[in-house]
Each structure stands twice: as C-alpha cells, then as structure tokens.
C-alpha cells in the first residue's frame, strides 16, 4: 500500500563500539528501505538522538525552511526577529548530519554527536521506536525522560486513539 503507515516501537539495549558504530535491531528497522540507506542522524533534546530515513528528514526540513524562507522575503519576521532567525541558522547548521545505515543496520555516530548524546566507545546506550523515528538515548537521561512522562501516557493514548 502506497500511503502505509507503520509505528516504529521497542526499546532495545545496545553498545557503540571502539568505531563508534552502532547497530540498529533488526526489529526497529522495518520502515527504512534496505541497507545501505541514507539517514539524517538529529540532535533531538540532551542525551537524546534520532535516526531519520533521508527523503522523510529532507521534506520535513525543506517544507519547513521554506516557510521561513517565505516569512524572511515577506518581511514578516522584521528586524526584530533577526536574532531568532540567526539563532535557527546556528542551530539547523549543527543539529543534523548524514550518515549511512549500512549492511546489518549499522551507522558511525559522529563525534559531536556522541558528545551529545553523552556516552563514549563502548558505551550503553538505549535504542527506541518513538513511532516515526528512532531515537538513541543516553540511559540516564532515557530514564530520566519516562519518570516526567509516564504519567501522562493513558491520556496521550486515549487522546490520540479516539
């Protein structure tokens, strides 16, 4: 079906090597084409990574820039927001790279990335479906992350299932 839609779901321990490659599980690459693969790798919030399959990151990125690019031509973003306008640039410059998902679901995590992320080669981190992407946490701040947010699950689900 062209327009199927599959969540992404799971959360799986794995370890970046000396090489600093980590290898994605099987089971959370379902909705990416074959290996090899083009992805963006995104800096998502501290300790947090997310893996995106290229053409997806591209039109969510490109769509949104545009946008910008619009508002920017338009003058309605004004003298006034300039600064956020430049603070946007520094961060989009910086907040994603390619990487390739190469043969077993594998990718090199960048340097600063890793910094990121907070872990070092042979380190643990945690590999989670969040629907849409694949996210790649630092432990801590995973669990971190779902003791704020658990809480609020059953009305999120109900919320967006009804």
């Not at 090597?17 to 099987?26: G, M, Q, T, W, Y």
């Not at 947090?48 to 039109?59: F, G, I, K, T, V």
């Amino acid at each position: 079906m062209p327009n199927e839609v599959k969540l992404i779901l799971g959360e799986y321990r794995a370890a970046i090597d000396n090489r600093h490659r980590l290898s994605i599980p099987e089971k959370l690459l379902a909705a990416f084409p074959n290996p090899p693969v083009e992805c963006f790798l995104a800096k998502e919030r501290a300790g947090c990574l997310s893996l995106w399959e290229a053409a997806q990151w591209r039109q969510k990125l490109d769509a949104r820039v545009a946008v910008v690019e619009q508002k920017l031509r338009a003058g309605v973003l004004g003298e006034r927001r300039v600064g956020q306008v430049q603070l946007l640039g520094r961060l989009l410059s910086s907040r994603h790279a390619e990487v390739t998902l190469a043969e077993r679901g594998r990718l090199v995590v960048p340097k600063s990335f890793r910094e990121f992320l907070g872990t070092e080669p042979g380190g643990e981190v945690l590999v989670v479906g969040a629907a849409v992407c694949i996210e790649i946490w630092n432990p801590t701040a995973w669990e971190q992350y779902l003791e704020a947010r658990m809480p609020r699950f059953r009305k999120l689900f109900d919320r967006l299932s009804a």
